[in-house]
């Protein structure tokens, strides 16, 4: 099964940057920790630095899948709403070489 | 110094599908077996089958520097222009978390 990878852009509120990075930080950590099919989950930031793009790269689509079901992956996502200056918009890709 | 990222946007011509693979697949051979701080250099395809997007991350601008500076990748960036049906995009993007 090939591999799938996400390029998510958030965003984010000026006044709601650090609980932002709080919150992204946690789920950075908790998935580095606990998604061995996570083979990259990064936050990286735009060259004019206003929006962020989560790259993430999953070693076949059920790992994605199976991130996505996570429910400290969703309740994080959920405290990360509130902090959205417009909606996250996520890219879907499939893994070529 | 922060990792940085680049996500290159590539639109090629139908019929020259094959010959960008093949140039794409020894650029990324070459990468993987002699760039050490190349953290990641995939090629994925967007969910329309339609337009490729390389994603990579370096472990440093110096290191993205250097990987633009090798003459076999310029080389192979050359070969892929005639596939072009319109000009690469390149996203630079600052490696935060």
């Known amino acids: 099964m090939a591999q799938v990878a996400t390029i998510v852009t958030l965003d984010i509120l ?3 940057d650090a609980e932002f990075r709080s919150i992204i930080e946690a789920m950075i950590a908790d998935v ?3 998604e061995p099919d996570t083979l990259l989950y990064c936050l990286t930031r735009d060259a004019e ?3 962020y793009r989560m ?3 999953y070693a076949s689509a059920d790992a994605a ?4 079901k996570r429910e400290t ?3 994080r996502a959920r405290l990360i709403g509130p902090c959205l200056a ?6 879907k890709l499939e893994g070529i070489l």
Do not use: Q, S
Not at 65 to 68: E, K, T
């Open 65 to 68: 899948a199976a991130h996505g």
């Open 14 to 16: 000026p006044d709601k």
């Open 73 to 75: 992956i969703r309740a």
């Open 86 to 91: 417009t909606p996250v918009t996520i890219e």
């Open 55 to 57: 790259l993430e790269l």
């Open 49 to 51: 630095g206003g929006r």
């Open 32 to 34: 580095r920790a606990n």
